[in-house]
């Protein structure tokens, strides 16, 4: 198996939402947004599958020593030798890959978050980098998009941590900042026990109103001169926002089930802002 097709499998079996928006990108660009996003699925893996934080911590040091070599034209691991080919083209710099570990590692050390500062830095390593990195593949011309693609990030992100509270609870990590719990007088051991209650429902509003914000934010940042290349952002843009609408709709229902959308609506939902410009 080549590096590339090793990455494209990567890719394509997470059935992330992500893989929707890097259909409609040209061949080089969709390339290295397929080999980023690999890279990041293999180091998240990394935490998300251990049993043991020793272990997992063993590997994430293994690939800050990869990303480092792999900068010094030594790559290892098929998914840097399918993302160093773009990295000159597109920008991608070694601190952005380590900054994604350093986010990884951070699960590992840390499973409560005091505030939402807090809770941005982590989101600002898992995503608003990633955001940043993406922007860049995708053709970005101005500086002020990069403001954009890290609002992005943390929007994505936070509504990641609204669809997965349940699960995240049950390897009990929460994300959700622990003075919010007590401002809304919600224990964890609720989240763990997944007991639905009046009091997480506003607490749950609360964090998708703050998501929403951001999605906005973000959408007023983007310069126009970038919109037409940041498309494929604006698709993720979409599809993450009808998720967090459909968790509203079914009134936070998150903690016994992981709530998604389709591949068919997800597929709509990218080609609309492909062909229309309209989220």
């Known amino acids: 198996m080549t590096p590339e097709q090793y990455v494209q499998d990567k890719a394509a079996a997470s059935g992330s939402s992500f893989y929707y928006a890097f259909l409609f990108l040209p ?30 911590a063993t590997k994430l040091a293994w690939w800050q020593r990869e990303v480092a070599q792999s900068y010094q034209q030594q790559p290892n691991h098929p998914v840097m030798r399918a993302l160093m080919p773009h990295a000159a083209t597109f920008g991608i710099e070694q601190k952005h890959l380590q900054a994604v570990i350093q986010g990884c590692e951070m699960d590992l050390q840390q499973t409560r978050y005091l505030d939402y500062p807090n809770l941005r830095q982590y989101c600002h ?33 936070l509504t990641n941590i609204i669809r997965d509270v349940g699960e995240d609870a049950m ?14 007088d919600v224990k964890a051991q609720e989240l763990m026990q997944r007991q639905y209650s009046d009091r997480f ?48 709709h079914d009134n936070f229902q998150v903690l016994h089930q992981r709530i998604s959308l389709t591949p068919v609506r997800k597929l709509w939902l990218a080609w609309k802002v492909q062909a229309l410009g309209r989220l």
């Open 27 to 56: 061949p080089e660009r969709r390339a290295a947004i397929t080999a980023f996003y690999a890279f990041c699925r293999e180091v998240d893996d990394v935490v998300d599958e251990a049993t043991d934080s020793g272990v997992a």
């Open 125 to 157: 390593l898992v995503a608003g980098v990633v955001g940043e990195v993406a922007a860049r593949i995708f053709g970005q011309t101005s500086d002020a998009t990069t403001a954009y693609a890290h609002t992005l990030g943390q929007a994505l992100q």
């Open 171 to 184: 390897r009990g990590r929460i994300y959700l900042p622990v003075n919010e719990l007590q401002q809304f």
């Open 201 to 248: 429902t506003a607490l749950m509003r609360f964090q998708a109103e703050r998501a929403h914000r951001l999605y906005d934010e973000a959408l007023a940042l983007l310069p126009a001169a970038d919109r037409r290349a940041q498309k494929p952002g604006l698709m993720m843009a979409s599809i993450y926002r009808a998720l967090l609408r459909e968790i509203e």
